[in-house]
């Protein structure tokens, strides 16, 4: 199956400081990643999609300003969230789509846990 | 009214028994109705999925949909303790994009 990476798998950062998460699928180029969010005891909310090379589109609720997303290559696309503060702490998971299994299938990273104390 | 509808349990079932998880949902658009697997602090994995109305099986997985009353079905048999996760039902338009359940927290004791 295809794999996709996360890094970091965790990260605490201070409060008003900025953190990068990387999205990488390894063995497949992603036309498409997708963006979630998730809660504790909650499901996975959609924030943002982004194809190769142009902006994102995102999900209303979504600061595009506070949540930036650079997808540069087909394997690989960033999410910032800038000025962290401890209501942005979540469970922070891409997905995307791609390869031989045509563009109906997604499949998601192992999740960044972010912290903002 | 939420687009998707799923109970999120808790649910506990004894090893072996046959567990049934289920959504609702009220886009008739969906097309595509996934089944996503997802152990605590990761992310979720496809289990499997059915395009439009009908059943389809995997080994001990059989996934239903009913596009008339708009109802997704997911059957496990002999469930076994590593089937202890939570189950997100996910429709999705044609695409991509997605909607996920609350997700149903199972408990298969040994």
């Known amino acids: 199956g295809a794999v996709v990476s996360q890094h970091p798998s965790r990260v605490i950062c201070k409060s008003g400081t900025s953190v990068k998460i990387e999205c990488r699928s390894l063995?497949?180029?992603?036309?498409?990643m997708f963006w979630y969010r998730q809660f504790p005891k909650q499901s996975l909310m959609l924030m943002a999609t982004?194809?190769?090379?142009?902006?994102?589109?995102?999900e209303q609720g979504v600061e595009k300003d506070k949540f930036l997303i650079n997808h540069a290559s087909l394997t690989l696309s960033t999410l910032t969230v800038t000025s962290a503060h401890p209501e942005d702490s979540s469970f922070y998971i891409c997905?995307?789509?791609?390869?031989?299994?045509?563009?109906?299938?997604?499949?998601f990273g192992p999740g960044t846990r972010l912290t903002v104390t | 009214q939420k687009e998707v509808e799923q109970d999120p349990g808790p649910l506990s079932v004894p090893e072996g028994a046959i567990v049934s998880l289920n959504c609702t949902y009220s886009?008739?658009?969906?097309?595509?109705f996934m089944w996503y697997r997802q152990y605590s602090r990761k992310g979720p994995e496809l289990l499997m999925y059915?395009?439009?109305?009908g059943n389809k099986e995997d080994g001990r997985f059989t996934a239903q949909v009913d596009k008339s009353s708009k109802y997704i079905s997911l059957f496990i048999r002999d469930s076994q303790p590593s089937d202890s996760a939570t189950y997100l039902c996910?429709?999705?338009?044609?695409?991509?994009?997605?909607?996920f359940g609350a997700g149903t927290r199972l408990t298969v004791k040994p």
């Open positions: 059915t395009y439009s109305s």
């Open positions: 982004s194809n190769e090379g142009s902006k994102a589109t995102y």
């Open positions: 996910a429709p999705q338009y044609n695409n991509n994009d997605m909607r």
């Open positions: 997905s995307a789509v791609g390869g031989d299994r045509g563009n109906y299938e997604q499949y």
């Open positions: 886009n008739s658009a969906f097309q595509y």
């Open positions: 063995d497949f180029q992603a036309t498409t």
